[in-house]
């Protein structure tokens, strides 16, 4: 029922820094950025957004086009889905298990108090 | 999101909740996503003992989930390692499980978190689940 496997880890790889973070949320916002207008809110060089977009790019969270002298990057949802699949099948699996358990639990604590406990 | 945490008010002393948690018994009752059965509860509950855990889904399918338990503190906290037999997830996570009394009974938090690498660990302790959940909510909008 749960099953994840290395593309997911190189998603969660991809998402632990920050500039990599605030291009995604960047193109959350804006259908297809140019490289030079995701650069220029950094004050880091272009090589270094470069090798960000790379490694975003591995991990499948986003498309690159060019279209003459410009690269146009754009977001690629399926390996968010994915994440958010492992976790909605987890939460299921334990949002019911905690409620049996609740039930369960509340039915011995009735018992022991009947019994004076 | 590395994590997923659950919190529930249950009206049972720890202590109980603690046994429902960690017996075969308790086990056999509530463990799996649906209301299929347990088919088997295995628990040794001490730091460095296992659990194994099979049940079956109302689908028909079997699943079965094994792990060391990592801290025991009855009535209070419990952690384990967690992992799929059957090749179906090769990775490891951690399960955290807090009991704390309050008035009407057990406030239980439930933490389930993957650990599948160091860099995901990392990445847990960077705190990105702020930027997956603005993403989250624009995919699942």
Redesign the interface.
Known sequence: MVNYHQPLDRTFAALIDPTRRAILARLEREDGASVSELARPFAIKLPAVMKHLDVLDAAGLITRSKAGRTVTVRLSPEPIREAMDWLRRYERFWSASLDRLAAYAEGKEAEMQEKGG | ??S?T?V?R????PS??F???TTAE?IA??????DGPVLLAETDVRVGGRYRVRFR?LDG?E?ESSGEYLEVVWPNRLAMSWC?TGG????QSLVEIDLRAIAE??E?T?T?S?L??E??R??HE?G?NG??D???R???A
């Open positions: 999101m590395t997923l659950i529930r249950i009206k049972a002393r109980i909740v046994d429902a948690l308790g009752w509530w463990w799996g996503p649906d889904m399918s699943h799929w179906e997830d090769p990775g009974g057990t239980l439930f389930h993957r599948h690498d860099e995901t990392r990445s960077a990105w930027a997956l603005k993403l989250e624009h995919f699942l």
